[in-house]
Nanobody, 120 residues
Framework: QVQVVESGGGLVQPGGSLRLSCAASGTILSISAMGWYRQAPGKQRELVATISGEGNTNYADSVKGRFTISRDNAKNTVYLEMNSLKPEDTAIYSC??????????????WGQGIQVTVSS
């Protein structure tokens, strides 16, 4: 069984920074893609950033130059460094992994989501 747990959210003032972490645990053979998504109140979920197994990254236009995604394969963890935060970044942030296990093959696993609020 695989578990995915996020941490690092909270309240921050505009212009501030936060670092989100998301770790997968369990009987994992490998993890390919990792990513962060967010959903603001009344809006659809949107992709924030992804990172491939080779380290290639992709960002939403709204966060380019402000957010950085990275991964630590030894820890099965993905990070999202968020700088110059704006009120419109307020949302529930979720992480996702594409994980291979013996029991279920390749499938996507998601965290429960973590609140990020940008407000003065």
């Amino acid at each position: 069984q695989v578990q995915v747990v996020e941490s690092g959210g909270g309240l921050v003032q505009p212009g501030g920074s936060l670092r989100l972490s998301c770790a997968a645990s369990g009987t994992i053979l490998s993890i390919s893609a990792m990513g962060w998504y967010r959903q603001a109140p009344g809006k659809q979920r949107e992709l924030v950033a992804t990172i491939s197994g080779e380290g290639n990254t992709n960002y939403a236009d709204s966060v380019k130059g402000r957010f950085t995604i990275s991964r630590d394969n030894a820890k099965n963890t993905v990070y999202l460094e968020m700088n110059s935060l704006k009120p419109e970044d307020t949302a529930i942030y979720s992480c996702g992994f594409t994980i291979t296990t013996w029991a279920r093959g390749v499938r996507d696993y998601w965290g429960q989501g973590i609140q990020v609020t940008v407000s003065s």
